[in-house]
């Protein structure tokens, strides 16, 4: 099969058909790596690159008509744990070669692992994006994850905090890595298309009440039950506070039960899993994070997109993207409570609310575009494809 698919590869270079690029990743919810997904596909140039998706997590779907919608060709293989993800091998072999695959691009751990071995089994080149440091896995996870990461031609490391976890775990790495950051749409997050009075409407908060927001999947590194007790906090200094958390996740009957044993049911909004962000970004005076680890947060690149005053732990990617008192005010992971002073200075200073919200705003233009994160990785494509 190898031989066959090598020669196809080839026949379809001679004939200047589009590279076929298959993405492979556990779900299409709206987490990070999957959002960014449809985003990238609307400036992909599709007059060379042919997307095709294939996710095992048939609940975890929000991504799939914006994908389709985009010219991807989508496909679910229902598999749901990590065990009967690796046990899909042969389907998405048959999928490579009934749709002429000529290059794989896998996201996170198992989905990843999965593909470097349809890869050693096809002789497709299969690419990998790291999205997170490998603190963050399980053990076992972690393990694999690293084990077979020499199959891969290429590691993509969302943050070079990323890639710097994966020298520090695997320091004989094979294969080089390339650090390609993370991108937003800054035409599609742009304030000035809303104006946030919806959010205040749907929550009866009053027009000039202050709001403090984050959007997050609800997993433990993102600490979303301090986050609740630093609102609570700021409460105190500040009451006429609002605070929204816009997610779903795992921890969800948790974090309602903290924010009700605090007092905070009027306070705290938890509107749940929203695919149209923007409206809840554009209500926001303050846009705040506890998390203990991160990648570089695609919801963070938003935020800043949209002119989101932003307060922050320094966790993993976000200080690469926050320069503390320049696009930002940040602390250290083990001192959030200092977020509390800082969301105050920010509550009580308008000019400084309006200075980090631009500075955010050109921070992403400048540095963490979408289209510039297109075209490296489709200069990767090119390349592994020569």
Request: hydrophobic share 45%; net charge positive; aromatic share 6%.
């Amino acid at each position: 099969m190898k031989w066959k698919l090598r020669n196809e590869t080839k026949a379809l270079r001679a004939m200047g058909e589009k590279v076929k690029v298959l993405h492979i990743i556990k779900s299409l919810g709206r987490g990070g790596a999957e959002m960014l997904l449809p985003e990238a596909l609307k400036l992909h140039d599709q007059s060379r690159f042919e997307f095709h998706y294939i996710y095992f997590l048939p609940w975890k779907d929000q991504m799939v008509n914006a994908l389709q919608t985009n010219g991807g060709k989508v496909m679910c293989i229902p598999a749901s744990n990590n065990i009967k993800i690796m046990l899909q091998v042969r389907l998405v072999q048959r999928y490579i070669k009934e749709n002429r695959i000529q290059l794989v691009h896998c996201h996170l751990p198992w989905a990843g692992i999965l593909a470097r071995v349809v890869g050693k089994l096809t002789d497709i080149p299969v690419v990998y994006t790291e999205h997170n440091k490998q603190e963050r896995y399980h053990l076992g996870t972690r393990v694999v994850n690293l084990l077979t990461m020499d199959l891969l031609r290429l590691v993509i490391a969302v943050s070079a905090d990323v890639a710097e976890s994966i020298h520090r775990y695997k320091p004989r790495l094979k294969v080089p890595i390339r650090i390609i950051l993370n991108g937003v749409n800054t035409e599609h997050f742009n304030r000035q298309l809303f104006d946030g009075e919806a959010v205040r409407e749907k929550f009866n908060i009053p027009k000039e009440a202050p709001i403090i927001g984050t959007v997050a999947v609800f997993r433990v590194q993102k600490r979303l039950d301090l986050w609740m007790e630093l609102a609570a906090k700021i409460l105190q200094r500040c009451s006429d506070a609002h605070f929204i958390i816009v997610g779903d996740g795992p921890l969800k009957n948790d974090l309602i039960k903290k924010r009700d044993s605090l007092g905070l049911q009027g306070r705290v909004h938890m509107p749940g899993l929203e695919t149209e962000v923007r409206t809840y970004l554009a209500a926001f005076d303050v846009y705040m994070m506890s998390s203990v680890f991160e990648g570089l947060p695609v919801a963070l690149l938003e935020a800043m997109a949209m002119r989101c005053p932003v307060i922050a732990t320094n966790a993993g990617g976000i200080k690469e993207l926050i320069r503390h008192e320049v696009d930002g005010l940040l602390c250290t992971v083990e001192e959030p409570e200092k977020l509390v002073a800082n969301a105050y200075a920010l509550l009580q200073d308008e000019s400084m609310r309006t200075k980090y919200g631009d500075q955010a705003r050109k921070r992403v233009i400048d540095e963490f575009s979408l289209n510039k994160m297109v075209t490296e990785l489709e200069n990767v494509y090119s390349s592994l494809h020569a």
